[in-house]
């Protein structure tokens, strides 16, 4: 008898298998609910409005009118963080948003003192002060996102304007990238640029307009659009999008790739919630596709590891309702078929990328043990902000460039290791307290608040930063003003969250209650009121870098362009170009770059016109080589004063000491010119000193190249170290500096012959043999270079090194009669008289006739009892000079043999 089930049972069984939010809550949840205040003040709305703005603008700007298209990302940034800072401290003091939480506030507090405590104790305070402003207005930044954060309607306003923000330079990147690496440039922007400018650049109609502007900018300069296009027309085989950098650029997808598969999973819309989810797709589609075309491996790895995070996390707490299992597995095993095509299609490129991987953190270990130890020199409080650049030349190893490191390294490629270095254990556990305290107050939230959207946005919201500062194991990216605005926003919108979990506004304090007033007034008081004219300074700052960066690029296009067809006209550019570059140092006196540029042209210029004067003297124009040369005097001095100016600045800054190096060495020549120029009735104590001077500037040349060449084992640095010990006299020093480049560039002739020379002058002779057995085999088809080896092997008796070009002889061409002629006297000389004896013979048949060493030959086949190869020795001598001893000798040997 079958048993009827009750209307209770058959409800039951065709309820849907869904489990709504309380079903994952856990047993004992946190007290805090769900804001009671459904919608924020307008403050609230003008502060988020603000920060996209804001956070849109640094992402797409870009100008061409510098020589980095990304220099007016860094003005917006300094002008548009500290105006957020006002605008979030006036929303907290009126009530229209929270002040952080407690380990939060504290850390961040905690965190900016650390800053500023390392910029006061550091030898580079200058440097300081910029991060110092670079610091706030990255905490601009932050406290707006906050407040966006602290509200439900505007958190979730901010999350889809993050969502579209990154489609849009997902499509930039995707329209900018040619994905069959073609050279005829299959790019949507090659398109683009052949279809506007097929022909030749055109002229740029808002030229005055932008002369007017900008100041003293060359009129002449292409349309910004075209400078654009062009650049990445000649980019198109890198996937940069607007970031400008391909590391840089999958660091900032992978921040926000969290953001867009939440949109997927649950789109928060009471409006259009398909097409938000259709847009959450396809932007998740493309960023994946972009950090796979990024080739950027820290990337690969914490795209991974974040989504699996996401993964277990969405599994755990992520569950809403109206989303089926069956759309989250479907969603997954799309994109892991995706992600398996694609790595099919470009599995050549991505198995060498992999394989590359100890090459990069060879060359990255480098970096990190620069940084540990200038953090072993300062621990405490580090190095000082941003002089990471300065100090790295110091503590890295002088084969830094044979990594692909730069000369000029910015950062210590971890972000981590770059706040210890710079700021000291001080500043990074400061720092550590502070993202700490989100992380892991956002992990017990996401735990154990009853809201399910809440736990979701702080789910997104980690994930987001552990993919962001995991890239940043490897790469620059947070110290940079993309990487810094991306990083600090997602920072303040996570602590907006935790306050919003703590029930921020509904569960807030009454604000007659000393706990509220200190955090609640006091502090946002103080910072707006030192607010006001850090904006200006900052500000200030942004707008000095920016006109800074527009005269050194003019600078570097002058400098750089290869058109000039005389002479003359290069010089003229060079004129040009330092004026730009001493306009740039003049707007911005921390530019370094545009000293030491600067100083470079100023070098050129005193070399061109020196040979002009060379020239004019050849010609028989006294006066004109006189005024000549007087100029590439005044220029070189002018380059001293520059170089001068940059080491007060920055004196551990590496390059400069090359360029010393060169202007002391030219300083000391233009002495000794005028000393021999003075009349000859004339000299005495006025040449002496002249000579004197020339010496301080030879030693003073060869102070900064020993340092240099410390620092940095470049051929070209060996070269002129080498010389100038030379200059010096000091020929071992020369010959030591010689024989080390040689032996590190053995492809190097010039290093190698300059070792040979130096190691014959100081009496090294087996150091001679090195040189030329190492040109030798470079030069085989060389034998006066073979003889003059072996003739130096022999007679200083280096038995090993004649050996050795011996063996190699014989196998490049062993009927040569110099190979058995050498082999001969060295057997000979050894008593391997059997050998001798062999030698001997096979010399004797490639046409050997030199009778002293036929003479070795029989007489070792006399002491072996060989008369008949001894009789035939013996007749061939006597068939050479008959005058000569050998062949009196040998007829009286064979006539003795006779009776």
């Known amino acids: ?67 980095s298209l990304d220099d007016i990302k860094v003005p917006i940034f300094h002008i548009a963080g500290p105006g957020l800072m006002l605008a979030a401290l006036a929303a907290i003091l009126w009530g229209g948003a929270p002040w952080p939480g407690r380990w939060v506030g504290r850390g961040l507090l905690a965190f900016g003192a650390a800053v500023l405590l390392s910029t006061l104790a550091s030898h580079y305070r200058w ?67 052949r279809a506007l400018y097929a022909n030749a650049p055109p002229s740029d109609p808002l030229a005055s307009l932008v002369r007017i502007v900008f100041r003293d900018l060359p009129v002449t300069r292409s349309p910004a659009v075209y400078n654009l296009l062009w650049t990445f027309f000649n980019a198109d085989s890198g996937m940069l999008s607007t970031i400008l950098n391909r590391d840089f650029y999958a660091g900032f997808c992978i921040l926000y790739l969290p953001f867009a598969v939440s949109m997927v999973l649950a789109p928060d819309s009471e409006k259009h919630p398909r097409a938000w ?34 993964a277990a996390g969405f599994m755990r707490v992520g569950r809403l309702r109206h989303l089926r299992l069956q759309h989250l597995a479907a969603f997954l095993a799309g994109l892991a078929v995706f992600l398996a095509t694609v790595a099919w299609m470009k599995s050549p490129s991505l198995v060498v990328q992999l394989k590359s991987l100890n090459y990069s953190f060879g060359s990255r270990g480098i970096i990190w043990n620069g940084a540990l130890g200038i953090f072993k020199a300062f621990p405490l409080l580090g190095g000082g902000p941003g002089t990471f650049r300065v100090y790295f030349p110091a503590y890295r190893r002088p084969d830094y460039f044979e990594h692909e490191i730069s000369n000029l390294t910015l950062s210590a490629h971890n972000y981590f ?120 300074l ?13 005269q050194y690029a003019d600078g570097r296009r002058y400098m750089d362009d290869e058109n000039a067809k005389s002479t003359e006209d290069k010089i003229a550019e060079l004129k040009l170009s330092a004026g730009f570059f001493a306009k740039a140092i003049a707007i911005n006196s921390g530019n370094l770059s545009a000293y030491y540029k600067l100083g470079s042209v ?21 006066q004109t080589a006189g005024l000549k040369t007087a100029t590439a005097d005044d220029y070189l001095a002018q380059a001293l004063d520059t170089y001068n100016a940059l080491a007060r600045l920055a004196p551990d800054y590496a390059e400069i000491h090359y360029n010393y190096g ?120 060389d034998d006066a270079m073979l003889t003059q080896l072996i003739e130096v092997a022999s007679r200083y008796r280096l038995d090993a090194v004649l050996m050795r070009v011996l063996d190699r002889l014989e196998q490049i061409n062993p009927v040569s009669p110099m190979l058995w002629q050498a082999r001969l006297r060295l057997d000979a000389r050894l008593g391997r008289d059997r050998e001798a004896l062999r030698d001997a013979q096979r010399y004797r048949k490639l046409g050997g006739r030199d009778a002293a060493d036929l003479w070795l030959g029989a007489e070792a086949a006399r002491r072996l009892g060989e008369t008949a190869p001894a009789r035939e020795l013996y007749q061939q001598v006597t068939a050479g000079d008959a005058a000569s001893t050998y062949a009196a000798e040998a007829r009286r040997r064979l006539a003795s043999g006779a009776q």
């Open 417 to 536: 290791l770059n706040l210890l270095c710079e700021t000291g254990a001080l500043g990074l556990a400061c720092h550590l307290v502070f993202a700490g305290a989100i992380l892991l107050l956002g992990l017990r939230w996401m735990l154990r608040h009853r809201d399910e959207r809440l736990r979701l946005e702080l789910l997104t919201v980690l994930t987001g930063l552990v993919a962001m500062y995991g890239s940043n194991l490897s790469s620059p990216n947070a110290c940079w003003v993309i990487g810094a605005t991306q990083l600090w926003t997602v920072l303040g919108f996570g602590a907006g969250l935790l306050r919003q979990a703590e029930g921020w506004p509904a569960g807030r304090p009454p604000a007659s209650s000393r706990a509220a007033f200190w955090p609640g007034r006091v502090l946002p008081s103080f910072f707006l009121v030192i607010g006001v004219p850090l904006l200006f």
């Open 538 to 550: 900052s500000g200030r700052y942004g707008v000095r870098y920016y006109e800074s960066a527009l």
């Open 662 to 781: 060169i202007i002391y060495n030219d300083l000391a020549n233009m002495r000794l010119r005028q000393a021999d120029a003075l009349d000859p009735k004339t000299r005495g104590a006025e040449t002496e000193a002249l000579r004197q001077e020339a010496a301080r500037d030879n030693q003073l040349a060869l102070d900064h190249l020993d340092r240099m060449l410390k620092m940095s084992r470049k051929a070209d640095v060996a070269s002129l170290a080498g010389s100038q010990y030379l200059v010096m006299g000091l020929i071992p020093q020369a010959r030591d500096v010689y024989r080390d480049a040689s032996r590190r560039y053995p492809d190097n002739d010039e290093l190698t012959r300059q070792y040979d020379i130096t190691a014959a002058d100081a009496g090294d002779w087996p150091g001679v043999a090195e040189a030329l057995e190492r040109l030798w085999r470079r030069h085989p088809a």
């Open 277 to 310: 989810q259709m847009i959450g797709l396809l932007t998740a589609f493309l960023t994946v596709v972009c950090v796979f075309y990024c080739q950027s491996k820290g990337e690969w790895i914490f795209v991974v590891i974040s989504m699996a995070l996401y």
């Open 127 to 193: 440097i300081g002060w910029e991060q110092l402003l670079l610091l706030w207005s990255a905490a601009g930044f932050c406290m707006a996102a906050l407040v966006a954060g602290a509200w439900r309607r505007t958190a979730s306003v901010f999350v889809k304007f993050l969502v579209l923000q990154l489609l849009f330079t997902n499509l930039v990147g995707v329209f900018c990238f040619d994905f069959f690496g073609n050279p005829d440039h299959y790019s949507g922007v090659a398109w683009l640029y």
């Open 1 to 67: 008898m079958v048993k009827r089930k009750s209307k209770a049972d058959s409800s039951r069984a065709q309820r849907p298998r869904e489990r709504t939010a309380a079903s994952f809550a856990p047993a004992a949840p946190v007290t805090a609910s769900v804001p009671a205040v459904p919608s924020a003040p307008a403050i609230a709305w003008v502060c988020l409005w603000t920060l996209i703005l804001a956070q849109f603008l640094v992402v797409a700007a870009m100008t061409a009118y510098t020589y």
């Open 602 to 622: 100023y070098q050129t210029l005193s070399t061109y016109i020196r040979r002009q004067a060379e020239d004019a003297a050849a010609a028989h124009d006294a």
